[in-house]
């Protein structure tokens, strides 16, 4: 939740010149979304969103995600578009920020995930997999198991701060990660950050998909890990196999899995877990002081992994 | 800029049951303010802000703030204006936090502020001033002269970590300032925080007034040295003394300002100076360890009550 880029007035002017969506009427800071500054900006012409890329994106894929986004949303996939200027850009420059306006989409993230959320989230997943099929470009996954050492290695003589015994575990799993990685599942374009707070609903009916931010070209499968991580374990820390059988019979519905992919779920729920666990890990040790925003919590992601390091097999997903 | 209490999407629904805005289409966390949370609230019948008060303001002075806001609306200042449920109570709990739907106000907030906006600014402070010389309640001002002392003393100690000397320049500062406090000059309500961001303009024009939660019942003319302070000095650290010429002849077209008043505006300068200045210090000494809010940096505040000890007198300020 930040605004990391203040914009003045003589800027947006400058930056809106370059469409035509009449005069501004409102533009406020939103504080939703980690990675990058997103204002909710009201014209004459409706709502929109207009994003500025900070540090953490790189530049050279930015055409990657607006040619994705664009895609997506022709083949009936709900999500922002980016809007083109005059001059035919999407992404120009912004307060010294690689800058974009993206359509607004309706529908508020859903604060407490319930089973039906989870149903909705597995079609729209699938969907989106499809729909991505297609799509020429690819983005190699560098925060899948090849990017994991990296960033494990300058925490490690630093993560007893976070718990006691954290290190050897850490490299333990890693060890079997890299050693056991499933290789040659259907993969394409996934999501690879499909958190709650990245996809809206009105009422029970799923609206959209926001933030593509991380995706990239990697096994479907895997995405649907990341969902499983971030969908349905419950605030006490419990796993909800009914949220997760209904996500995944979901998702098997529009886009049938082979056995390779179900059998390889734990370990990608594993890897998943791990990912999220090394990012936060990373961040909480190096957040500067009086940072904006707050870092997460890493060891939520420990007791995730430890769940699906203790399961025997797909069927503690809820599948038969 | 910051949002502090989450609200699930079954407390939101439930909340909304009071009113007649029809279904909610959105629910954004707005990323300005530090003190409540804001929502944007996009619903059926249009934009609305949701705020959540947390424990920086007192519950007993939210009828005031509230009926205030109605007050000067109805004067034709333009302000949010709590909406009333249908049980007639404009004031409800929302996760467990005193919440209230506003009306929404279009415009921005001058990231830059300019000579003509400060003159906009001046005449609409007038306006306000005016506007609430009929509003019948009372609000003492617990962040002026006499609320100093109690925040400077459990800060005395740790000041230096800021500047050195700088305990010894305030606890000086301070006398200075409990010996000579001008007395007697007109009063009533004032919004006592009036910086750039609680102002919105339209181009050129002045919009709005928000954010009413440090308003109160005192001197016209301390509102006024507030304004200097936020609206006048440069990003370099400089003085622009035709801003506060615009600024202060503005006022006084609305509103004559006596020579009592005129010739107290220094002091009443270094008072608003040192009030924001201490309660800066104070955030700065003591918030936590990976707070949502970076503090304010204090020493800006330093250095415009340093400017304000050195003048002659209110020519200073751009007045004949």
Redesign the interface.
């Known amino acids: 939740?930040?605004?990391y880029t203040?914009?003045?007035?003589?800027q947006?002017d400058a930056f809106l010149a370059q469409y035509d969506l009449g005069?501004?009427?409102?533009?406020?800071?939103?504080?939703?979304g980690v990675e990058n500054t997103n204002y909710?900006l009201?014209t004459a012409q409706g709502?929109f969103i207009l994003t500025l890329y900070e540090k953490r994106v790189d530049e050279g894929d930015l055409p990657f995600f607006l040619a994705l986004m664009e895609h997506l949303a022709a083949k009936g996939v709900t999500c922002p578009v980016p809007l083109h200027g005059r001059d035919g850009r999407a992404l120009r420059q912004l307060a010294g920020r690689p800058a974009v306006i993206v359509s607004?989409l309706?529908?508020?993230w859903?604060?407490?995930p319930q089973p039906r959320h989870c149903a909705e989230l597995g079609a729209a997943l699938a969907r989106m997999h499809l729909a991505g099929l297609d799509f020429t470009m690819t983005r190699p996954n560098n925060l899948s198991v090849g990017g994991w050492r990296p960033i494990f290695e300058p925490c490690a003589g630093r993560a007893h701060e976070v718990q006691e015994g954290l290190a050897d575990a850490l490299a333990a799993e890693l060890e079997t990660l890299e050693a056991d990685w499933p290789t040659g599942l259907p993969s394409g374009l996934i999501h690879a950050d499909l958190f709650p707070d990245n996809v809206f609903?009105?009422?029970d009916r799923l609206t959209g998909l926001i933030d593509f931010y991380f995706a990239c070209t990697d096994a479907f499968a895997y995405d649907l890990a990341i969902c499983l991580n971030a969908w349905c374990f419950e605030p006490d820390r419990s796993f909800n196999v009914t949220k997760a059988r209904v996500m995944l019979s979901a998702y098997r519905k529009v886009r049938p899995f082979s056995t390779a992919e179900l059998e390889a779920l734990p370990l990608l729920a594993r890897g998943s877990a791990l990912r999220f666990l090394l990012t936060r890990l990373y961040d909480w040790l190096n957040?500067p002081e009086?940072?904006?925003?707050?870092?997460k919590d890493p060891l939520e992601y420990w007791r995730k992994l430890r769940f699906h390091q203790q399961v025997s097999g797909p069927a503690a997903y809820g599948l038969d």
């Open positions: 939740m930040a605004v203040e914009v003045t007035d003589e947006v005069a501004v009427l409102s533009l406020k800071g939103i504080a939703e909710l009201v709502q607004f309706e529908g508020l859903p604060r407490r609903f009105t009422g957040h009086g940072a904006f925003v707050k870092p």
